[in-house]
Nanobody
Framework: QVQLVESGGGLVQSGGSLRLSCAAS????????MGWYRQAPGKERELVAK???????NYADSVKGRFTISRDNAKNTVYLQMTSLKPEDTSVYYCNAERPRIYDIHNYWGQGTQVTVSS
């Protein structure tokens, strides 16, 4: 099993910044891509950004140029630096870790951290 614990959420004014952290623990063998998703009330969960073990990144168009994902493999931690925050970034942010299996990918999720951006 893998445990993911997020931290760093909170309330910030529009234009402000926050840094989210996600610490992974447990059986981390073969954990590959890690990332951040978000889900606003009444909406589906959506990808924000993800990063492979080698450092390749992928971002949602809505956050490109504003958010930066990074990863410290030695600390089993992934970060999301969020700048120029907008009210529409308000969501619960979930950390995700993928474990590739023979026929599919198993996903692990954190419990989420609330980010609220006031206008």
């Amino acid at each position: 099993q893998v445990q993911l614990v997020e931290s760093g959420g909170g309330l910030v004014q529009s234009g402000g910044s926050l840094r989210l952290s996600c610490a992974a623990s447990g059986s981390l063998f073969s954990i590959s891509t890690m990332g951040w998703y978000r889900q606003a009330p009444g909406k589906e969960r959506e990808l924000v950004a993800k990063i492979t073990t080698s450092g390749s990144t992928n971002y949602a168009d809505s956050v490109k140029g504003r958010f930066t994902i990074s990863r410290d493999n030695a600390k089993n931690t992934v970060y999301l630096q969020m700048t120029s925050l907008k009210p529409e970034d308000t969501s619960v942010y979930y950390c995700n870790a993928e474990r590739p299996r023979i026929y599919d990918i198993h996903n692990y999720w954190g419990q989420g951290t609330q980010v609220t951006v006031s206008s």
